[in-house]
């Protein structure tokens, strides 16, 4: 006799109701439905078998006596999870809470207890819930969370996105999280291919990849993808899922937990860009850029072509930075990278070193060198054009020119930093043919590099060997007399033979070792002033002392020339410090206050190579000098040169108009000397008069122009 429809569901509905039984009894998660009884006791309506995992008794055991299982909270936790739990039972809210769990085992695990509260039939209100183990997303806070139910009403409640997928890839299951998540109702996702969720661009290999697992015999997988919502946007996801089989060992397919890892993406994104990104410009950095060289290197070894690294340096960008802010400064880095950019291959790399140095890497030039270095030159000059070209840096126009130093190599032989060296080496030589231009490196230059780093080293041992010297170079009034003299450092170098201070004194301001050495002038200079003051031929000599940018700058600088002074007993009154106004220029206020702090210790100041560099009168009348010095670029062509002359004669104006004593240096001729006498020069230094010489050829010097009858304008 058939069946009555009646029965037939109920059997249907018994069927699907075993069904979702055996799901929950599967689920890595406990499910329970429980209320509170008078004495605000704990009764469970219901508790999947999954609780043995963690009591070592059965689902029936619990249910007859919970404390089995509550029991086991961990002691510092009870408190807080009895209340949470009351608090919610007497609002009827929703309670969520991790706490630690002690197992049969002894170990302790940390648990999620999550439930909401649910109107039974007879209109009493219980709670249901589930138990998740989350111990490992505790340790690493990367997994997302296991599949904690699939019986709906339950697992609705969990943040992340639950479902199972059949053998066909088709999701037969989902739950409200899911469809939030991807912004579809769960009726559209139930029933649609798993591979629709996932982005356009990953959805055939993520179709292939599924059907492997379904068909394969892999338990569970744990991975990374793209996916996409109704409105087409997107997030990255976390997919776990674990095969599924029922209670007859039948395979079911994929239960999988999906957890929204957008913001961890975005933040390792972040942390990998500062890693190998430049922040201002977003281009490769200098980490990055070594990485691409060797890949270059390496891919041009194994196809016999060349490449090139061309190392770009703005000219005169400081200036920009200093005159217009850093904030226009780093406008116009942007922009340059911007054009760098859209003027390169795909290929091509570049990428900013730092502050106004960038680099462009190209590689499958040619096999010949010629005619790679063809290419690379084509490059560079195209590059040279495109950052020539103005530029808009918010209200400013701006423009600014490159220097290129362009380094080539073949396969592995040379290393990267030596690569890197070349090129660099190669702009400045571009730099010093005038900028805006480029140059190749050349075994020229290594020399150079060669011959640098032995003089550092020299440079190293020069003071502890005593083979530093000070030279003295006569100053003499308007009336023949020496009223002074030019402290000159000399270094004669048993490997290097006799250094000029032009060469040596750039390399010690570089490495650093210019303070040394210039402390060491400072107490030369005062202990041979010291002496002089004892004889009557000399004791009223001034000392002209060169200081350099660094020693001047230097925090100690002022105290140290005290304590030299102090334990020398040199006057201060007979010493004046030479100071370059390109120096003072930097930074005007601060190179101020220390001037004015040094004048307190009784010493005065000279402008050096007056002329050639800013000349800001809104500066010059603002120090406590008291004297200029005319540079000998001007003194040199004074005869010949009407500009020269006339600029001589200004400054003599100028100073003598500021109250300034002024000194021509360079002075070479009797009639150099005679015109800028006309003109009104106080002092003169050069040739003329005398070299620099040692102490006892000084001596001599002097004794001869004291002679009766001397005439003291004769050539020196």
Not at 17 to 36: A, D, G, S, T
Request: negative net charge.
């Amino acid at each position: 006799m058939p069946r009555s429809p009646k029965a037939q569901v109920e059997k249907r509905t018994r069927h699907e109701l075993r069904q979702l039984q055996e799901l929950m009894n599967h689920l890595p998660v406990v499910v329970y439905r429980y209320r509170l009884e008078d004495g605000q006791r704990p009764h469970l309506l219901y508790i999947s078998e999954g609780v043995q995992r963690l009591t070592g008794q059965s689902a029936a055991e619990v249910m007859a006596d919970p404390m089995l299982l509550f029991a086991r909270i961990h002691p510092d936790d009870w408190p807080g999870f009895a209340a949470a739990d009351l608090q919610a039972w007497q609002t009827q809210s929703d309670f969520a809470l991790e706490l630690r769990f002690i197992l049969p085992s002894g170990d302790a695990c940390w648990l999620y207890f999550s439930s909401l509260p649910f109107e039974l039939a007879d209109g009493s209100i219980a709670y249901h819930g589930f138990i998740e183990d989350i111990t490992q997303r505790k340790r690493d806070a990367l997994r997302a969370q296991e599949s904690e139910s699939l019986q709906q009403q339950i697992f609705d409640t969990s943040s992340v996105a639950i479902f199972l997928v059949d053998r066909q890839g088709i999701i037969t299951r989902a739950n409200e999280s899911m469809a939030r998540m991807f912004q579809r109702p769960c009726a559209q996702i139930v029933g649609s291919p798993y591979v629709s969720l996932v982005h356009p661009d990953e959805r055939d290999l993520a179709h292939q990849k599924m059907l492997a697992l379904l068909g394969s015999d892999i338990n569970e997988v744990d991975l990374e993808r793209l996916y996409w919502r109704s409105d087409a946007s997107m997030f990255w996801g976390n997919l776990s899922g674990k095969r599924f089989h029922d209670s007859q060992g039948q395979d079911r397919g994929l239960l999988g937990v999906i957890m929204d890892i957008t913001v961890r993406r975005q933040a390792q994104e972040e942390i990998r860009s500062l890693a190998f990104y430049d922040p201002l410009t977003n281009l490769p950095n200098r980490r990055l850029l070594l990485d691409r060289i060797e890949h270059a290197m390496a891919g041009c070894a194994r196809n016999g072509t060349h490449g090139a690294v061309l190392f770009i340096d703005l000219d005169n960008f400081k200036t920009l930075n200093d005159t217009l802010g850093h904030d226009t400064g780093d406008a116009l880095l942007v922009q340059v990278a911007q054009r760098l950019r859209e003027n390169m291959r795909q290929e091509d790399t570049v990428a900013r070193l730092g502050g106004d140095e960038f680099i462009v890497l190209l590689a499958g030039l040619h096999g010949s060198p010629a005619q790679a270095a063809n290419e690379a030159e084509t490059v560079g000059q195209h590059i040279i054009q495109t950052l020539t070209a103005p530029y808009q840096l918010g209200t400013h126009a701006a423009r600014s020119t490159p220097s290129l130093g362009i380094a080539l190599f073949h396969g592995g032989r040379t290393r990267v930093d030596e690569l890197l060296k070349q090129a660099d080496l190669a702009m400045y030589e571009a730099k010093a043919a005038g900028r805006n231009t480029l140059r190749f490196f050349d075994p020229r230059m290594q020399a150079a590099i060669n011959a640098r780093a032995a003089m550092e080293k020299a440079l190293y041992r020069a003071l502890d060997n005593a083979e530093f010297e000070l030279h003295y170079q006569p100053q003499v009034n308007a009336q023949g007399r020496c009223i002074g003299v030019e402290a000159l450092l000399r270094w004669s170098s048993p490997e290097l033979g006799m250094v000029s201070p032009a060469v040596f004194i750039p390399v010690a301001e570089e490495t650093g070792q210019i303070l040394a050495i210039g402390r060491w002038v400072l107490q030369q200079a005062c202990r041979q002033q010291v002496l002089w003051q004892q004889d009557a031929s000399t004791c009223e000599l001034e000392i002209a002392i060169n200081v350099s940018a660094r020693q001047f700058r230097a925090p100690d600088f002022a105290p140290a020339l005290a304590q030299i002074m102090a334990a020398t007993g040199a006057n201060p009154a007979r010493l004046q410090l030479e100071l370059t106004e390109s120096m003072l220029l930097q930074d005007a206020d601060e190179c101020i206050a220390r001037m004015h702090t040094l004048g307190s210790l009784g010493v005065r100041f000279a402008l050096d190579d007056f002329g050639t560099g800013y000349s800001s009168l809104a500066y010059l009348k603002r120090l406590p000098l008291s004297q200029l010095k005319i540079d000998q670029s001007f003194v040199r062509d004074i005869l010949g040169d009407a500009n020269d002359r006339a600029i001589c004669q200004a400054v003599i104006a100028l100073a003598h108009s500021m109250g300034l004593r002024v000194i021509a240096e360079g002075v070479e001729t009797r009639e150099h000397w005679q015109m800028l006498q006309a003109q009104g020069c106080d002092e003169g230094q050069g040739y003329f008069f005398a070299r620099p010489l040692p102490v006892d050829a000084l001596q001599q010097w002097l004794d001869t122009r004291q002679e009766p009858g001397l005439d003291l304008m004769r050539d020196g």
